[in-house]
């Protein structure tokens, strides 16, 4: 066995050998889905290999963490990977024990299947190819937790970060140097990689981009506004009223949706040298939360 497959192979098992511990919500989930809320009841749905509800619990409790997915990573990026590594790491795996943990401290033993072994490795996406230059980029220009974390982003990402995509994210790290990119205080550089990475088949060439986030503030900035307008009707009357004069009420998220206005703002500064400055202002608005928003 290659060194690279028994160091990932050590990893995942440590993983799966100390413990998924649950959330909550996680549990709320399972409850309302397979009529267990006790790790008893969950236990008694893993043993029942012929029932329809095993195999979905099982790939939801082996769905890989962004935690796992990072660390990973971390092992991932030194190497080169293909479909065949990904065949030998799943045979590795097979049979192996896995701890479950529950928000109460309660712990249940059970070896996956091995269909849900193969799914499991499968959500890894060890077999993605990532952009050499762009691999290059976060391995040399960000801290090695840092890369592993933007890196297990990208493999993670729906569409595939490629030629002209990964040239867009070449340039995006190297112009994140004079952001605040420390471990701790990250957060905006990793949500302007998820903003980005949630647009990213729109992206076809870096001259391009700049229209398409332009669109994309405007849009944010339009959703804004239509928010604030029907934050001033509902003041003046009733959310009953509103709905009788057939008007859509709106759900929008307005924090997230300024901070990606702010992020793309920021992006075009610093890849383009300017941002777009010709749309509507944003309304006014104070900090009370309305109806539905």
């Not at 690279?4 to 100390?18: D, H, Q, S, Y």
């Not at 691999?135 to 990208?154: D, G, M, P, V």
């Not at 509902?234 to 997230?256: C, F, H, P, W, Y």
Request: glycine letters at 4%; one cysteine or more.
């Amino acid at each position: 066995m290659e060194e690279k497959i028994a160091e990932l192979t050590r990893f995942l098992t440590g993983v799966l050998e100390n413990g998924i511990r649950l959330d909550s919500k996680t549990l709320d989930f399972i409850e309302s889905s397979f009529a267990a809320s006790t790790s008893c009841e969950v236990e008694e749905v893993l043993k029942n290999s012929d029932s329809n509800d095993m195999p979905v619990l099982e790939e939801l409790l082996l769905f890989p963490d962004d935690t796992l997915r990072d660390g990973a990573e971390a092992i991932l990026m030194k190497h080169e990977w293909d479909s065949h590594d990904a065949e030998i790491l799943t045979g590795c795996l097979v049979n192996q024990e896995v701890i479950i943990e529950f928000p109460d401290d309660a712990k249940i033993k059970f070896v996956p299947s091995d269909d849900g072994i193969t799914r499991f490795v499968e959500r890894l996406n060890i077999s993605r190819k990532i952009d050499k230059n762009l691999k290059l980029s976060a391995r040399n220009l960000l801290s090695e937790k840092i890369a592993a974390k933007f890196l297990a982003l990208i493999r993670g990402c729906d569409v595939e970060i490629i030629d002209q995509r990964a040239d867009f994210f070449c340039r995006f790290v190297d112009i994140s140097q004079g952001w605040n990119i420390e471990w701790d205080k990250g957060r905006e550089f990793f949500e302007a990689v998820s903003f980005l990475l949630s647009i990213a088949g729109e992206i076809k060439s870096q001259e391009s981009t700049y229209d398409l986030l332009s669109r994309k503030k405007q849009k944010l900035i339009e959703a804004l506004n239509k928010a604030e307008k029907q934050r001033q009707m509902l003041e003046k009357g009733t959310i009953e009223a509103l709905l009788m004069q057939r008007a859509v009420i709106m759900s929008i998220d307005e924090e997230n949706t300024r901070r990606q206005i702010s992020i793309i703002d920021r992006v075009c500064l610093a890849m383009f040298g300017r941002t777009e400055t010709t749309l509507p202002p944003i309304l006014e608005t104070d900090s009370r939360t309305m109806g539905m928003l």
